[in-house]
Structure formats: structure tokens, C-alpha cells
């Protein structure tokens, strides 16, 4: 089993809580179930369900009719997986804007666990 945790931007606020809270119900319950089987195959877990993006971040799928959302996450040392950002994906490619959030979001965190 692996340790799913959201990242927290300095005031204490988590951008992938925020968007996973504001689902609605069904698509909720996508990403839900979606999310345990990452808890429970960590890197294992493959398409159709996560992709590796590139640079070591990876995101995680969910499609509820033609509503289809994307949380992007990565792998931090003993068997953690770090949620960082997620969106509604609207275009055929996901948007470099969201890959370079995620980047950015881990650097914040692997700086702040060197500090620890």
C-alpha cells in the first residue's frame, strides 16, 4: 500500500483538495476509485488509469461521459505519492501549463523536506 498525500501551498491551502472537493458526485466517485487503485498498485498502475508525463510526474485518469479529469501526482521517497494539481481536460494533449504547475509544486516540496 502507498501513502497518498496532497500537497499544501504555504498558507496551508491544497489545489488538488479544492478540485477534487468541487466534483460532482459521479466524477467524484471516478476519481475515488481511481485513487485506491494507485493506494494499492503505487507504480504498477498503468494505462488506462495513470500515464507517465514525463520528468518523473504522472497523471492519474478519470472519465465520467465526455467529462474527463486529470490528477497529476508523483513519487516521493518510502512508498509516498504526492497529489499536486488536477484539472477538467479540454484538448487532445494536456496542457503544459499544468505539467509545469505540478513540477513546480514538487520542487516547493522536496525543498521543504531538505529544510526537515
Known amino acids: 500500500m502507498y501513502e497518498i498525500e496532497l500537497f499544501e501551498t504555504e498558507d496551508g491551502k491544497s489545489p488538488v483538495g479544492e478540485f477534487i472537493g468541487a466534483l460532482d458526485g459521479k466524477m467524484w466517485a471516478k476519481v475515488d476509485r481511481v485513487v485506491k487503485l494507485l493506494h494499492e498498485n ?69 525543498e521543504r523536506k531538505a529544510k526537515k
Open 42 to 110: 503505487g507504480p504498477a498502475l498503468r494505462e488506462p488509469h495513470s500515464s507517465p508525463l514525463g520528468d518523473g510526474i504522472f497523471e492519474l485518469r478519470a472519465k465520467q461521459g465526455s467529462d474527463i479529469t486529470r490528477v497529476l501526482y508523483f513519487f516521493y521517497v518510502g512508498k509516498r505519492i504526492v497529489f499536486t494539481n488536477g484539472f477538467i481536460k479540454k484538448t487532445q494533449k494536456t496542457p503544459k501549463k499544468e505539467i509545469e504547475k505540478a513540477k513546480n509544486y514538487r520542487k516547493i516540496y522536496f
